[in-house]
Each structure stands twice: as C-alpha cells, then as structure tokens.
C-alpha cells in the first residue's frame, strides 16, 4: 500500500502520555507521544497514520503523515506511539514565522485529548523471518522512532539478534540525538548486544541549518556499511526527511565505488523486498 493510498476508515485514539524528550535547554522540542487507539485498529511499526488537525483559513482540517514509533497492546487496545517535532515556517514574503499546524496541535494535546486519523498507510519496517539478516538502519531527526522500537522488539521481545545491526542517526546537535541524551538514553541499554552498533552524526554548524553530517558517519564505516550490502540477506531501513536522500545517495556511491554499482545495489535490494524507506 502506498502513502496515497489511504483507506476510508476513519480512526480515533486518546492521548495516555505527552513527553518531551528533548532536553528543557535544547531549541527543539520533540515529543514522545503515546495514544490509545479505537478497538480493531492494527498495523506495523514504520508504517504511517495521516493525522487530522484542527483546520485554518476555512479548511475543516489539516492533515499530516507521521509514522509509527512504537506498537504493543494495552488494557484491550492498540498502544500507539509518535515522535512528533514542533515545527515552525517562515513566510518567504514578509519573514514572519508561524506554527506547523499538525504538529503544535499534537505537541499540545493535553493527556486525554482524542484525535482522528486514517491509516495505517505504506509498508512497514517488518523484522526479517532469519535472525541471522544484517539491518541497516538510517535515520534523521525524527526518523529514529521506528528504528527504536525495532531494536527494542528484537533484542528484549524475540532475545537477541544474530545478524549485524546497525543505526546511523543524524541531528542537529548532541542535545538534539533522540533517545541518546542523558535524560533519554534508551539505546544505550541494548549497547552491550555483540551485533548492535549506534553511530552518531551531528551538524558542523548547527546555527546555520546545515544538515547533519551524516555522509560522514557512514564513510567513516564504509568497510561495515560495505560489508553488510554484499550480505544477500541485508535489509535496508532509511527514515527521515526527504532532503537527506541526495546526501545519502553520494555517500553510498563512495562507499560502494560508483553512483552506477550503488543504485543497482539499491534497485537489487528493493527487487527483494529488502529496502524500506518512511520519508517526509
């Protein structure tokens, strides 16, 4: 199912938690934030619900795709989670900046708040039926929510994982590397598996809005990164936004040798079934 497919169903889910797992200095404020979905709901880690929010200018709603972080039943229900950044735009025009609609509507949800969406939408992050299977996670910003449930499924739900497991993960700045700070330091409890490695990668001037080096992280890996695509049975996982894929794409081409062998690597890997990517 693609992201333009959506179904008609139209679902509700309570607000049970809204924390902010940024640091309380950190400019960015993203939220973990975890609902109770309507009875009969299902779907799949890194597949996406579009979220309606309250609309402006006369619009009866607005929407937005956010994908799924987390899944596991509760109390008879679906527990679902999000990672949702509070987003702001400035107007080309006149400079002025104004709030992301979607997301400052969930940043402010208060706890037992409802909302509405349709969904689930696209393919999921599915964890490979051989153990023994490489997964190569990369992820900017936001992109990391799926990636934590992952690894939180295979190493303390299914006991551990044969097969190399690697996370590249990009921000803006350390205070901004999701579930890495001190206050969120959650994958730092799986560092201690023999098969799992976080690499971090963080912007080089942060003020100025440039991207996070994160070409330079998977460079500085390349043997590992290369290691793992010449397995037959390595997933490829890629979230974030859209924009980080032409940085990604050089820096796969580097590490495999030429733009030509890294996009028939990729277009083997997609042929399998073995290529997953939630962009925005």
């Avoid at 890194?46 to 619009?59: D, E, H």
């Avoid at 229900?77 to 006149?94: G, K, Q, S, T």
């Avoid at 959650?186 to 912007?203: H, I, M, N, R, W």
């Amino acid at each position: 199912m693609s992201l333009s497919e959506a179904t008609d169903r139209l679902w509700t889910a309570t607000l049970v938690a809204n924390t902010r797992i940024t640091p309380a200095n950190s400019p960015e404020d993203v939220r973990r934030l975890r609902f109770s979905a309507d009875g009969g709901f299902s779907g799949q880690i890194g597949q996406c619900l579009r979220v309606r929010a309250p609309g402006q200018f006369g619009q009866r709603f607005h929407e937005r795709l956010y994908s799924i972080a987390d899944l596991e039943p509760a109390g008879g229900r679906l527990a679902v989670e999000l990672l949702v950044r509070r987003c702001h735009v400035i107007d080309d025009f006149n400079g002025e900046r104004y709030d992301g609609v979607a997301s400052n509507y969930l940043c402010d949800l208060p706890v037992g708040g409802q909302i509405e969406f349709v969904g689930p939408l696209g393919h999921p992050f599915a964890i490979p039926a051989d153990r023994e299977a490489g997964l190569l996670m990369i992820g900017m910003g936001t992109g990391i929510a799926p990636f934590r449930g992952l690894v939180r499924r295979i190493y303390d739900e299914l006991g551990g994982w044969k097969g190399p497991v690697r996370l590249f993960h990009g921000a803006r700045s350390g205070l901004e590397m999701l579930y890495q700070n001190q206050e969120n330091g959650d994958l730092g409890l799986y560092y201690d598996q023999p098969t799992f490695k976080a690499f971090e990668a963080v912007s080089p001037r942060p003020h100025f809005d440039e991207p996070p080096a994160l070409d330079e992280a998977l460079l500085a890996h390349a043997g590992e990164v290369w290691d793992m695509l010449q397995d037959k049975r390595t997933h490829v996982f890629i979230a974030g936004p859209e924009a980080m894929l032409p940085m990604l794409d050089k820096a796969m081409a580097r590490v495999v040798g030429s733009a030509e062998t890294w996009e028939a690597c990729r277009a083997k890997l997609q042929a399998a079934g073995q290529w997953r990517d939630v962009l925005y």
